[in-house]
Nanobody, 112 residues
Framework: VQLVESGGGVVQPGGSLRLSCAASGFPFSIHFMSWYRQAPGKERDWVASISSTSGITTVADSVKGRFTISRDNDKNTVYLRMSSLKSEDTAVYYC??????WGQGTQVTVSS
């Protein structure tokens, strides 16, 4: 199983980023996929999830209206579109599959 996140970086407050998580080694199209984040000195928190085939999504209240999760089952990839970014969104972002496998994370820093 491999989950590889990408797309992180440094962005100014109010900016946007799109994170990607490329998956392999498991039946991606039937897996419920999630994004989490971990800020310095804090616990890892759930951000958003998307179901397998129906594409039903749920997001945390803290990012509702700003973040959107999506997936492309043909590309075995799950995305997290982030907009109106705030300094408190600064964290390492991870994706996770239904089996509990994690990627290595991608750093997002929101700073002026």
């Amino acid at each position: 199983v491999q989950l590889v996140e990408s797309g992180g970086g440094v962005v100014q407050p109010g900016g946007s980023l799109r994170l990607s998580c490329a998956a392999s080694g498991f039946p991606f199209s039937i897996h419920f996929m999630s994004w989490y984040r971990q800020a310095p000195g804090k616990e890892r928190d759930w951000v958003a999830s998307i179901s397998s085939t129906s594409g039903i999504t749920t997001v945390a209240d803290s990012v509702k209206g700003r973040f959107t999760i999506s997936r492309d089952n043909d590309k075995n990839t799950v995305y997290l579109r982030m907009s109106s970014l705030k300094s408190e969104d600064t964290a390492v972002y991870y994706c996770k599959n239904e089996w509990g496998n994690w990627g290595q994370g991608t750093q997002v820093t929101v700073s002026s």
